[in-house]
T-cell receptor, first 112, second 110 residues
């Protein structure tokens, strides 16, 4: 079956612009996660959605970052007023409750 | 807080066995995961331990000791395609989120 998909695969933006990254989870997966991976760093947790519960936003690095999940499926991560330190690969993952997470291919964001 | 340590790099020879260690100090624990990540690709799930002991899956095995905060991933009969980064991650018991180590880059040479 289809895995987790993300779009765009690459995004180059100018400092100060807003960007939206999209994630389509595996059908039926109720949990969705966003992570960030910077060069030489481990995966950094950003935000977690589980069903209709309030999301866990504890990993968002600043109020410029936000995410939503519509209809319990597709999720969008928005970064406002991008900064150069936001350059990273943004990975989305989905899972059934309390099972292993399946990752998408990621979006490579470059802020110039 | 969460602290997960694993070696930065390891090298091994094709056909050999390699053990990648991971130690963790976390405020909560609900399982330890190993993922493989090839350069430029998404992490893929390898193994999961929640109880002490060894889990074997083909050429890959993973071990967990909760009292020692220690796990290892054992790769047997190494192949060139095993050259990748191996990520150790601990799951938070409340939200099922994962905290990852920085990964161990394994280079398999002929």
């Amino acid at each position: 079956g289809a895995g987790v998909s993300q779009s765009p695969s690459n995004k180059v933006t100018e400092k100060g612009k807003d960007v939206e990254l999209r994630c389509d989870p595996i059908s039926g997966h109720t949990a969705l996660y966003w992570y960030r991976q910077s060069l030489g760093q481990g995966l950094e947790f950003l935000i977690y959605f589980q069903g209709n519960s309030a999301p866990d936003k504890s990993g968002l690095p600043s109020d410029r970052f936000s995410a939503e999940r519509t209809g319990g499926s597709v999720s969008t991560l928005t970064i406002q007023r991008t900064q150069q330190e936001d350059s990273a690969v943004y990975l989305c993952a989905s899972s059934l409750p309390k099972t292993e997470q399946y990752f998408g291919p990621g979006t490579r964001l470059t802020v110039t | 807080g969460q602290n997960i340590d694993q070696p930065t790099e390891m090298t091994a020879t094709e056909g050999a066995i390699v053990q990648i260690n991971c130690t963790y100090q976390t405020s909560g624990f609900n399982g330890l995961f190993w993922y493989q990540q090839h350069a430029g690709e998404a992490p893929t799930f390898l193994s999961y331990n929640v109880l002490d002991g060894l889990e074997e899956k083909g050429r890959f095995s993973s071990f967990l000791s909760r009292s020692k905060g220690y796990s290892y991933l054992l790769l047997k009969e190494l192949q060139m395609k095993d050259s990748a980064s191996y990520l150790c991650a601990v799951r938070d018991p409340r939200y099922s989120t994962l905290t990852f180590g920085k990964g161990t880059m394994l280079l398999v040479s002929p």
